[in-house]
Nanobody, 116 residues
């Protein structure tokens, strides 16, 4: 079973930037679409961005133009560059498969808090 480990979260002021990383234990990036998701307190988990194994990207309207998803297949890692952060971006961020209905076991996620 592939394991996913997210990192890179933290506390940042509004307008700031963070880069999240998601390390996969297997070489799945070459074969599968990967996605980032987030869950704010009291809310359902929502999709944020996805990237196909061919490099095509799609973003939720709430983050379009501010977030960038990318991969490094040599490191089996998916990244999420987050710029112009807003308080409403505060959430736990997770990565997982980005298409279809099947999902790998969720990792522990990484907390992002945007506050002054």
């Amino acid at each position: 079973q592939v394991q996913l480990v997210e990192s890179g979260g933290g506390l940042v002021q509004p307008g700031g930037s963070l880069r999240l990383s998601c390390a996969a234990s297997g070489s799945i990036l070459r074969s599968y679409t990967m996605g980032w998701y987030r869950q704010a307190p009291g809310q359902a988990r929502e999709w944020v961005a996805r990237i196909t194994n061919g490099g095509s990207t799609t973003y939720a309207d709430t983050v379009k133009g501010r977030f960038t998803i990318s991969t490094d297949n040599t490191k089996n890692t998916v990244y999420l560059q987050m710029n112009s952060l807003k308080p409403e971006d505060t959430a736990i961020y997770y990565c997982n498969l980005g298409s279809g209905s099947f999902r790998l076991s969720w990792g522990q996620g990484t907390q992002v808090t945007v506050a002054s």
